[in-house]
Structures are given as C-alpha cells and as structure tokens.
C-alpha cells in the first residue's frame, strides 16, 4: 500500500481548495495557466491534483474531487417546496450567488488489505465541462484506476455512474467488482419501470444498462444492511432513489458515513432537511431518511462523507434548530484522524 505518514496526509490541492480557490479551472488550459501563474480569460486559476487523505483507524481513506456542474437558477424549481424567495435567502445567508450553483462531485477511495475500494465513479467527463477529473486525482493518489477491486455504488444517477465506463463506454475498473444494492438494480433494470417512465427519465433508464453492461459478469448484489467487505456496512438509505444505499466505513473504534445523496448541497439540504430536491426521487421517503441518518451521525459523531459537499467533502453534523449545521472536518483541526 503506497501508504505515506501516519499523520493526515493532505494534496497540495485539497491546500488550495479548501483556502476557498475555486474548484472549477481544474480541467483546462493547467499547463499555461500554471506557467503564467494564473488563468486566461478570467477562470479561475488552475489547481494541483484534487485529493484529500485523512485516517481511518489504521485505514487510509483518499477524497477524489471530481469537478463540478454548473445549475443554473437554482432559485426556480430546485427545491419543490420552498419559495424562489426561501431559496434565495437561504443561498445569500450563506454568501453564496443566486443566479447558479455549482454541485461538486467527490468520490471516496478506502485503502484495504485487498486493495483500493471505491464508493462512486463520478461524471468520467461526461457530464460538465469540468468535470471528470476523478481518475486523474486517483493516480496522483497513488492508485491506478485500473488495479481499484471494488467500486460500490450509492445509486445509479448519471453524476455517479458515469465514470464506470469512458465515452466509448470501455470499463475504467477491468479488475473490479462492481457493488450495487439491490433495490437499486431491481428497479432500474426492471423492464417495466423502463416501459412506464417518463419521457424525462427514458435517458436515465439507458444510461443506467449501458454503463453497467461492460461489467456484466462483475456484478455483486447486496440487499439491504449487508456486509460488502469486512469494515463496510451498507446502510439503506432509500428515497432519493429507490435503492440509495449509505455505507459505514468502521476499524477498530473509528467510523465515517459514506453519505451519498442523502442531502444535496449542506448549505441548502442540511440546513433544510425538510427540503424536497428536484433530484429526490420520492421526497418524502428521502425527507424521512435524510433525518434519521443526520440524527444517526450527529448524536454519534460520525465524520460524513457528502458527495456533493465543497471539497474536501467531509466533516460533522451537529443539529441547530430546525436543521443541520455542517462543520468541516479540517476546521476542527488538521492532524486529527
Ligand atoms: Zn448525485
């Protein structure tokens, strides 16, 4: 294992990042942007590989920033039930801009005596002009794509289970094997729920069986609170979408929630947990559990994983009134494990 100090490890990146530098000019143009020590045409400037390390008991766990995508007005049918002016104050309350949002992707790498597993494939530069930079980040990790052993899936949109597979859609994993809960495959590879879809969701649907068919013979089914590996525990998490499945990374007495999208952005979906994203697909199941999980890993301190947190994409939950309130891992000091 290209396993580095014991203390936490973090990239260069993750440095920048974190310092508040925008995550989005990591795709193009580096080379000249980093010679000139600074972008062209007002992006923001180009950044050191995205990954971000932290330990977990005598486990190595590696945040892989992807990029991110761009919504724009969010303020209008983002939230179903929040007023454009209740989604407004929300995002200017927390200094962020009102005429788009950005939606990070992270991906999570767990080092096991077995090798790497990873939670989420992320965009693989199919989504997003500046997205796809996962495994890239994964290599400047340490870690060829190629060797990864495992890739356990959350659920089935497009955002994380893009990168399954390239353009040509040739698997980016040969040797892994692919994790996927059951009622996640039970339902999107029901013919019927296909046939019955929405013109909306027919994309979806056909996304789903082609990144999953080069990898036909490597699947795993896990239904419900499964064991996937030893210090892996699936944690079903449904309503986001029929299948969504959390995952609790445990060694020796340490634990971190791999989340998935039990909440969108924290600064909107934590601070509302009672808000019903655009993405969920049935809101109030995944209202339902997004309350029990958040109350789960606030009462027991459980360091989370969100994918769609800012980079680097892990930290606490503490309950504040109404809500959440997200506290970022680094915040409460940076050689903590
Ligand atoms: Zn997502």
């Not at 002016?85 to 200017?92: I, M, Y």
């Not at 809500?323 to 680094?330: C, E, F, S, T, V």
């Amino acid at each position: 294992m290209p396993i580095g100090r014991k203390d936490l490890l973090m990239g260069a990146g993750a440095a920048a990042l974190a310092a508040g530098v925008g995550p989005a000019a990591m795709a193009q143009g580096q080379g000249q942007a980093r010679a000139q020590g600074q972008a062209e045409d007002g992006a923001a400037p180009a950044q050191a590989p995205g990954f971000y390390r932290f330990r977990l008991g005598s486990r190595v766990v590696t945040l892989l920033h992807d990029g991110a995508g761009r919504r724009p007005n969010p303020t209008q049918g983002f939230v179903r039930n929040a007023s454009p002016e209740q989604v407004a104050a929300a995002l200017q309350a927390e200094l962020m801009p009102t005429e788009h949002l950005d939606i990070v992707y992270t991906l999570t790498a767990l080092e096991t005596p077995e090798g790497v597993v990873l939670f989420d494939t992320g965009t693989g530069g199919q989504l997003g002009a500046t997205a796809g930079q996962a495994p890239a980040n994964l290599r400047a990790a340490g870690h060829d794509p190629a060797q990864v052993r495992m890739v356990v899936m959350t659920h089935f949109h497009g955002d994380h289970i893009s990168g399954l597979t390239d353009a040509e859609n040739r698997p980016l994993f040969p040797q892994a094997t692919i994790v996927v809960p059951k009622a996640e495959w039970d339902f999107w590879m029901d013919d019927g729920q296909a046939g019955r879809a929405p013109e909306a969701m027919r994309n979806a649907f056909a996304l789903v069986r082609r990144k999953f068919e080069p990898y036909r013979e490597r699947i795993r089914q896990i239904d419900g609170a499964a064991e996937v590996a030893p210090g892996i525990r699936a944690v079903p998490t449904p309503g986001h979408t029929p299948g969504h499945t959390s995952y609790l990374l445990t060694d020796g007495g340490a634990q971190a929630m791999v989340l998935g999208d039990v909440t969108n952005r924290p600064e909107l979906n934590l601070r509302n947990p009672g808000w019903h994203l655009v993405f969920d697909m049935d809101a109030e199941q995944a209202e339902a559990t997004r309350r029990r999980i958040l109350d789960r890993v606030a009462s027991d301190r459980i360091r989370c994983i969100g994918y769609h947190f800012p980079f680097p994409a892990n930290g606490y939950v503490a309950k504040e009134g109404e809500g959440y309130r997200y506290i970022p891992a680094l915040w409460r000091g940076t050689l903590e494990a």
